[in-house]
């Protein structure tokens, strides 16, 4: 089992990015994702989650208006457009599985995947 994050990087604030989690060795397409962060010293944070069918979402109010949560189930790929960011978006970003409904809940036997880091900076 497998849940790979990738497209993090130094970006300006005020710009964009788009995360990818690619996932192998499970059923992906029965599985509702979610993204968290955590930055230094915070608490870990649900930013946003999408259900199996991809039918319905939930964005933190952080984040929402801002970012954008898709899957294509054919390539087992959940995104995270990132726009008009901030420097308080600054974390690193993890993708794992989830309880998708108002809000993520997280299982004591959810996937995981190692995270990708968000620089925002000028």
């Known amino acids: 089992v497998q849940l790979q994050a990738s497209g993090g990087g130094l970006v300006q604030p005020g710009g964009s990015l788009r995360l990818s989690c690619v996932a192998s060795?499970?059923?992906?397409?029965?599985?509702?994702i979610g993204w968290f962060r955590q930055a230094p010293g915070k608490e870990r944070e649900g930013v946003s989650c999408?259900?199996?069918?991809?039918?319905?979402?939930y964005y933190a109010s952080s984040v929402k208006g801002r970012f954008t949560i898709s899957r294509d189930n054919a390539k087992n790929t959940v995104y995270l457009q990132m726009n008009s960011l901030k420097p308080g978006d600054a974390a690193v970003y993890y993708c794992?599985?989830?309880?998708?409904?108002?809000?993520?809940?997280?299982?004591?036997?959810?996937?995981w995947g190692q995270g990708t880091l968000v620089t925002v900076s000028s």
């Open positions: 999408i259900t199996a069918s991809g039918g319905s979402f």
């Open positions: 060795g499970f059923a992906f397409d029965d599985y509702d």
């Open positions: 794992a599985t989830v309880e998708c409904g108002f809000g993520l809940r997280q299982r004591a036997n959810d996937y």
